[in-house]
């Protein structure tokens, strides 16, 4: 039998098992594992940049002879977005992202029905893409491939900035 199945088995059971004793309700936590699994996916693209910065940085630092030349920033934050348009393409298209994440989030209540844990994290992804590739959200075009993926990545970390800015700790959302 393969792991996966098993996996997939064991997570069934355990989902049909708490939400028969009522511990949990099946939509936020299918939500919620929907979610977990594609910053999973994504933080396995941070680590992965991160040791190609360090291959890069240790490169440059051996051809110049020189163990202070930094990488610049710019610098990083270009490759950062090329590996984050090559994960786009492979896993998560900028439409698939707005249907899977943003249109779930949507449908199943906002992110009001997410935990706090869950809404921490999209924080911390939304931080880092407004950091790392908000330069690069108004651009159709990344090096000499088309990328229509940067403006509507934009407009998902727009719309989940003011989202969970909403829901944030110490912010009260107005009551119709």
């Given amino acids: 039998m393969r792991r996966d199945s098993v996996v997939s088995n064991l997570f069934v059971v355990r989902l049909l098992q708490d939400c028969i004793t009522g511990e949990k309700e ?77 249109g779930m989030i949507i449908r199943f209540g906002g992110v009001s029905v997410l935990t706090p844990s869950t809404q921490d994290s999209l924080r911390q992804w939304v931080v880092v893409l407004r950091e790392r590739v908000g330069p690069f959200f108004n651009c159709t075009q990344f090096g000499s491939r088309p990328c229509p993926s940067f403006p509507i990545l934009g407009e998902i970390v727009q719309w989940l900035e003011e989202q969970l800015a909403l829901h944030a700790e110490g912010h009260e959302v107005a009551k119709l």
């Fill in 26 to 102: 099946v939509v936020p936590y299918l939500l919620e594992w929907n979610i977990g699994g594609f910053l999973q996916l994504f933080k396995e693209v941070i680590l992965k940049t991160q040791v190609e910065l360090e291959k890069r940085k240790e490169r440059e630092q051996e051809e110049a002879g020189d163990q202070n030349s930094p990488i610049k920033e710019e610098d990083e934050n270009h490759i950062f977005a090329g590996l984050l348009l090559d994960w786009m393409d492979r896993f998560f298209p900028a439409p698939v992202i707005a249907n899977n994440v943003q």
